[in-house]
């Protein structure tokens, strides 16, 4: 797991509330993502920031919203207009974006929204 | 679409057995391949990376095959051992617009039984 920190490791919410999990790194990393996964799929990108107070949409960014106001942290807020909210939750970060440098994952926030 | 394949979908080896596991891709532009190793629960560990000039990486009992006419990259493992045991995920990098983005597979999971 590096030097990434998620937390909480499990996380139940009733549905209509929106939920931020936590992502912090001490890696001196300029870039940072979140990924979904889900059973029987590969991991899809929600959000990438390549920069202190940058961030782009993946692939799938609807219904969640991201900030970057420090270096080391990238918080993911789960909206209550995401229809499927329920998933293991990865927060990665990197040297940078732009080449392809190794991306180091954290361990994980498994949210449960009932 | 589905640019990253994975077989098999699981698999059960006896402790002490080799096994390969196998990766399809249809990603272009290619920047390079790499395996992951995913503990259940836990976030993705980086086993191999390679550019598509290289043809084969080992740490230690696992060594990853590349064929970039072919599209297709194996992982093999020798001498399996129970904390073997997890998600192998194959991840082939695109180089888009300046951005580096990770296209995961479904992963195959492995099961090492005594």
């Known amino acids: 797991d590096g030097g990434i920190t998620q937390s909480p490791k499990y996380l139940f919410r009733k549905e209509g509330q929106n939920v931020t999990l936590s992502c912090e790194q001490n890696?001196?990393?300029?870039?940072m993502y979140w990924y979904r996964q889900d059973p029987g799929q590969g991991l899809r990108l929600i959000y990438y920031?390549?920069?202190?107070?940058?961030?782009q949409k993946g692939d799938i960014a609807e219904g969640y919203s991201v900030s970057r106001e420090k270096k080391e942290s990238f918080p993911l807020t789960v909206t209550s207009a995401q229809k499927n909210p329920t998933a293991f939750y990865l927060c990665?970060?990197?040297?940078?974006?732009?080449?392809?440098?190794?991306?180091?994952f954290g361990p994980g926030t498994r949210l449960t929204v009932t | 679409k589905n640019q990253v394949e994975q077989s098999p979908q699981s698999l059960i080896i006896l402790e002490g057995k080799n096994c390969t596991l196998q990766c399809n891709y249809t990603v272009s532009p290619f920047s390079n391949l790499r395996w992951y190793k995913q503990d259940t629960g836990r976030g993705p560990v980086s086993l191999t990376i390679m550019t598509f000039s290289e043809n084969t990486k080992s740490n230690g009992r696992y060594t990853a095959t590349l064929d970039a006419d072919t599209k297709q990259s194996s992982l093999h493992i020798t001498a399996s051992q129970l904390s073997d045991s997890a998600s192998y995920i194959c991840?082939?990098?695109?180089?888009?617009?300046?951005?580096?983005?990770?296209?995961f597979g479904a992963g195959t999971r492995l099961a090492v039984h005594p």
């Open positions: 920031s390549q920069i202190v107070n940058d961030f």
């Open positions: 991840v082939v990098i695109e180089f888009s617009g300046g951005y580096n983005k990770l296209i």
């Open positions: 990665a970060s990197s040297i940078a974006a732009d080449e392809p440098y190794e991306q180091y």
């Open positions: 890696l001196n990393h300029d870039a």
